[in-house]
């Protein structure tokens, strides 16, 4: 088991230092911008959806480790996705991070497993989550600015 916990914390600091997808996307359709006051993580989600499918997704922001390694991983797991089906992968992922039972139809959290041990540390589950309820409000083109509070 640490062995896999090494590897997840592998994966993590890899995308923290390397994040995939970040950067502004010039033809997006979609965008909203995240805050977490909580620690400071700043970040804005682009995505180019269409016909009900989520083309591109990119990110750009400042945060800690967690939160832009969460951005990261996120981009990587919604291309190609439907919207619905990004949504339920939201709901799937914070079930996990907020130790709530997984609902009957979750889908499968893929690579998006790494972030689990998140959990341990409740203090840094919204750094880990920002990513996702700012791709919320994009796709749902809400006020610009969601806050995690
Ligand atoms: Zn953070």
């Given amino acids: 088991m640490s062995d896999l916990r090494d590897l997840y914390q592998e994966v993590i600091i890899d995308h923290s230092r390397r ?3 970040c950067g502004p996307l010039a033809r ?5 911008e995240g805050f977490n006051p909580l620690c400071g993580d700043q970040l804005t989600v682009y995505l180019k959806v269409a016909d009900d499918i989520i083309e591109d997704a990119r990110f750009e922001g400042t945060g800690c480790a967690i939160s832009t390694a969460s951005a990261s991983l996120m981009t990587e797991a919604l291309k190609g996705q439907s919207t619905a089906q990004a949504e339920a992968l939201f709901a799937a992922f914070h079930a996990v991070l907020t130790g709530a039972p997984a ?4 889908v499968p959290l893929g690579k998006l497993q790494v972030l689990a041990g998140v959990q341990e540390f409740p203090a ?3 750094c880990a989550t920002l990513a996702w309820h700012t ?8 006020a610009p600015a969601v806050s995690t509070e």
């Fill in 19 to 21: 994040p995939r997808n």
């Fill in 103 to 106: 609902p009957p139809d979750a």
């Fill in 124 to 126: 840094r589950i919204k």
């Fill in 28 to 32: 997006h359709n979609h965008r909203a």
């Fill in 135 to 142: 791709l919320h409000a994009a796709l749902h083109d809400h």
